[in-house]
């Protein structure tokens, strides 16, 4: 999810390996002008810091991507979390399919609708009311 434009970029894969998460920042790659500094927060899946991620980071511009880890013991962001539960709610309830290609399409439609009419998240809370 961008939080400047209220896109959601989305990739649907079997699997969540490093191979996957790789297409997945190619995919950011090519959506973001060259020398835009592409900031992503992510927990600590093995496919984010895996080898092979790093080697194909490591041939990116320096700058390029920036990844800030969640805490191992913490949860994914409220603000993820609440897309996903809105998503699930809306988009993906009581429906039925007949398989997975067929939800891999449900899915990628319902982002295409999110997309059409994207919300910026406006923060409430302030940095100064955390003191």
Known sequence: MDLLTGKVHALVKDRHRSREFIEFLKLLD?????????KLILDNHSA????????????????RFEFTFTPKHGSW????????????R?????????????????????IEDVNRHPVIHTWSYKLADAA
């Open 30 to 38: 090519a959506a973001y002008p060259a020398g835009t500094a592409i």
């Open 77 to 88: 962001l409220n603000l993820i979390e609440g897309f996903f539960s809105k998503f699930a």
């Open 90 to 110: 809306s988009v993906l309830r009581h429906i039925r399919v007949t398989s997975k290609h067929e939800l891999k399409e449900r899915i990628m439609a319902g």
């Open 48 to 63: 984010h810091i895996s080898k092979e991620t790093r080697a194909w980071l490591d041939k990116r511009p320096a700058g």
